[in-house]
């Protein structure tokens, strides 16, 4: 993965080495490039950055402005208001079978913090961290912050894109700290079933020092059954780390708030990063998060509605175009189309060789944003966030098909 850094090369001897070590976010760099040609009067269609395009629900506006009436604006416990905590822990026995304890969690400044918290909190820097492949941009670059090594494990189309229990076994090495995937997975809509779940558990349970991270903030949003918790597996009884937050399924991208659900050991670590980094969450977007996990799911339901229809929208459209293959998303409101058949293409001064390439390609030329696939560990990919209406998703893809019959 070699992307351009937003860094000007004058300031590298200013800043750390680490900076350099790890690539910009691509999901935010699409979201940066598009907002820069807007800026210019240029209509952009955007499916690039993974948000709910709904208004956060108006329950949990109601309970963060009562917040501030109530005057919560102090600062918090580090790990979070006890109260919320006791919330989170119910909801993971209610909806998941997790059983942690309210010790055992720490409310972040979203999911991505969660993972980060993680992360510094067991990476030495000899460890591999096990990623499933393609996965979520900001894994690699996690692990690398934490000065791990990241190991993909690689999954294909014609496995929907699932990597398998053998695959996992045969990646294991002395040096193997943990492993992270996602389910439903960014960027590939794919979910885990309860049984291949439990084969993996079953490859990693006679390793008893291999962390499993399990991302679950994509829970809410399914097209077949609810997905499984790895961490519901009784061999791997305490050693998963669960994460989750309130960005995709309430909507809540803006108001930063996520959690780690994890073993006392690791709980703790989190707590002591974060009282040095953040001193904890921001309190309203607390106890909007509080009245979120107590109340009824009803507006959850019918924004997974919206995502499944718009999920049937889109693949029925992609499907329309020819040199494009994907798998169906089961979850999630990612699309993640094959658009290898396009390389080695050309129109007026555009090369065509990879999904870099590509991307730039359809954002300059039919200013459709998308993000490459080599973010995520596939650059034969690229992923399209069908977290949009269906004007843009069906004005989105128009562009998509006549951009890609441009090329020869
Ligand atoms: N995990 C995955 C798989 C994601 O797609 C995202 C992006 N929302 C996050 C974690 C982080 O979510 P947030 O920080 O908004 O809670
Ligand atoms: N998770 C979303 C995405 O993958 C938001 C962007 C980000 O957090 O990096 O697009």
Redesign the pocket.
């Known amino acids: 993965m070699q992307h351009t850094s937003p860094i000007p090369s004058a300031t590298t001897e200013i800043l750390a080495r680490r900076l350099f070590e790890i690539e910009e976010?691509q999901?935010?760099a699409m979201a940066r490039k598009s907002r820069e040609l807007k800026e210019q009067g240029i209509e952009v269609i955007n499916l690039n950055?993974?948000?709910p395009d709904f208004p956060t629900p108006d329950h949990i506006k109601a309970a963060a402005k009562q917040a501030i009436d109530d005057n919560f604006s102090f600062y918090p416990p580090v790990s979070g208001f006890l109260d919320l905590r006791k919330a989170i822990c119910e909801k993971l026995q209610r909806e998941n079978n997790l059983h942690y304890s309210p010790d055992q969690i720490v409310v972040s400044t979203g999911a991505?913090q969660s993972i980060a918290n993680v992360m510094l909190s067991i990476v030495n820097p000899e460890d591999e961290v096990l990623i499933f492949s393609p996965y979520?941009?900001?894994y690699s670059g996690l692990v690398q912050l934490a000065q791990g090594t990241p190991v993909l494990i690689k999954a294909s189309l014609e496995n929907d894109y699932k990597v398998t229990p053998a695959q996992v076994a045969a990646a294991i090495t002395p040096k193997t700290k943990a492993v992270i995937f996602s389910s439903p997975c960014?960027p590939t809509g794919s979910v885990f079933s309860e049984g291949e779940l439990r084969a993996i558990a079953e490859v990693l349970a006679p390793y008893p020092n291999i962390i499993v991270i399990a991302d679950e903030i994509y829970e809410h949003i399914h097209f077949g059954t609810k997905p499984f918790s790895i961490g519901a597996v009784e061999s791997l009884k305490d050693r998963v780390v669960t994460i989750n937050g309130m960005s995709k399924g309430f909507a809540m991208t803006g108001w930063r708030l996520g959690y780690a659900a994890a073993p006392l050991a690791i709980a703790k670590a989190c707590d002591k990063i974060q009282g040095q980094i953040t001193s904890g969450a921001n309190t309203i977007a607390q106890r909007a998060a509080l009245a979120a996990l107590s109340s009824d799911l009803a507006p959850t339901k019918a924004m997974n509605e919206a995502y499944l229809r718009r999920r049937d929208l889109i693949k029925s459209l992609l499907d329309d175009i020819e040199g494009l293959k994907s798998n169906l998303p089961e979850g999630a409101f990612y699309i993640f189309p094959d658009v290898s058949a396009f390389f080695g293409k050309q129109y007026k001064h555009y090369t065509i060789q990879n999904s870099e390439d590509l991307c730039m390609y359809l954002l300059n030329e039919a200013h459709l944003s998308l993000v490459m696939g080599e973010a995520f560990g596939e650059p034969n990919c690229v992923r399209i966030?069908f977290a949009a209406s269906d004007a843009h998703i069906i004005e989105g893809m128009r562009r998509l098909k006549a951009a890609l019959a441009q090329l020869s």
Do not use: D, F, I
Request: hydrophobic share 35%; glycine share 8%.
């Open positions: 976010s999901t935010l950055l993974g948000e991505k979520w941009v900001s960014n966030s």
